[in-house]
């Protein structure tokens, strides 16, 4: 049981080039999202996924996009980085039975945008 | 909108004392309140999580409470140890028409505990 992965561990984009953080989960979660973490801001979300197919908005997605074609795997896309999406990149899941469960989170991806 | 604020941001404390960390919001109309620890350069490990409908959760050597009516939470550590040095992040979930899953962060208080 590995949890909640995430790949790569940091990454270095030039201005307009695209990528995908990728984040897996094996504990057959339905809800997954991806959060930014910015110094003094603490995290902000950006998407979010309640199951196979069915994505949603955060407080943050300009810039970002997701999909959800398995549960296991919830992928972001930056389809042109800016030097303001440079921010260290979380992912999460848990299961939505009942309102209250417990949030498990990657290890995160640091991205650099020059 | 909610928000969450975590009071002071940074604090450094010698071993054995105990400490108090705060955290406020303005939207009493949540689903649950979660603590977690961060240590430098990884994810977020969840500590502790209240329930709406509870006032406190316990876990060996750390305890937190919720009071709605004021907007606040608290995460009690007591005898602090070194290991305990991480920063602390409380997060809300809930809202009207809102997942239960949806976090709302604060900036986190970084804990440092002096031998």
């Known amino acids: 049981n590995a949890g909640v992965t995430q790949t790569p561990k940091f990454q270095v984009l030039k201005t307009g080039q695209s990528m995908t953080l990728q984040c897996a989960q094996d504990m057959n979660h339905e809800y997954m999202s991806w959060y930014r973490q910015d110094p003094g801001m603490g995290l902000r979300l950006i998407h979010y996924?309640?199951?196979?197919?069915?994505?949603d908005q955060g407080e943050v997605p300009n810039g970002y996009n997701v999909s959800r074609s398995t549960t296991e795997d919830f992928p972001l896309r930056l389809l042109s980085a800016a030097p303001s999406q440079t921010s260290v990149y979380f992912c999460a899941s848990s299961s939505l039975l009942g309102s209250s469960e417990t949030q498990y989170f990657g290890p995160g991806t640091r991205l650099l945008v020059l | 909108k909610q928000e969450v604020t975590q009071i002071p941001a940074a604090l450094s404390v010698p071993e054995g004392e105990n400490l108090v960390l705060n955290c406020s919001f303005t939207d009493s109309a949540i689903y649950n309140l979660q603590w977690f620890r961060q240590d430098p350069g990884k994810g977020l490990t969840s500590l502790l999580l209240i329930q709406s409908s509870q006032r406190e959760q316990t876990s060996g050597r750390l305890n937190a409470s919720l009071d709605k009516s004021s907007g606040r939470s608290t995460l009690y550590i007591a005898a602090s140890q070194p290991g305990d040095s991480a920063t602390y992040l409380c997060a809300m979930s809930g809202g009207l028409m809102e997942y239960g899953n949806k976090l709302v962060f604060g900036a986190g208080t970084i804990l440092r505990v002096k031998s």
């Open positions: 996924s309640v199951g196979a197919g069915i994505t």
